[in-house]
């Protein structure tokens, strides 16, 4: 029977409500939501969209290391934008993170996002994942 281990990290910033920074049952990993938060300041990080979109990345990469995982067990990734229109920045910068065969993935566009982020994103990732 597979069991719940919490995830925790202090390379990402700390869960803001009632939710874990990622939940592993047996091999898959649920990376709950990560923004553009500085792990040390709990603020969200100066610059343009370019650095908010490597901040998600960074957070969400530093969850998947403290499960035994890296980017290349992403079997799913989620991204919520405020502005589609930063959809190709999306790809451009996803394509410095991740490695063919790329994960399946959804953009979705929202009103709104938590601490007024532009950009959030989830990740389920499975470790015994390996390209083929």
Do not use: W
């Not at 874990?20 to 300041?41: C, F, H, R, W």
């Not at 451009?92 to 991740?98: C, D, G, L, S, V």
């Amino acid at each position: 029977m597979n069991t719940k281990q919490i995830i925790r990290t202090d390379r990402a910033p700390t869960a803001i409500g009632t939710y874990a920074q990622a939940v592993k049952v047996g091999d898959t990993v649920y990376l709950s939501g990560q923004i553009p938060l500085v792990p040390e300041t709990m603020a969200l990080v100066q610059g343009d969209m370019t650095v908010q979109i490597r901040r998600v990345f960074d957070n969400l990469q530093a969850v998947a290391e403290a499960a035994g995982g890296t980017f290349a067990d992403i079997v799913k990734l989620n991204v919520y934008l405020t502005d589609l229109g930063h959809f190709p920045l999306i790809n451009q910068i996803m394509a410095e993170y991740f490695q063919e065969p790329y994960p399946a993935r959804a953009a979705v566009g929202v009103a709104a996002l938590p601490k007024g982020a532009a950009v959030e994103m989830d990740a389920v990732m499975v470790i015994t994942c390996s390209p083929q």
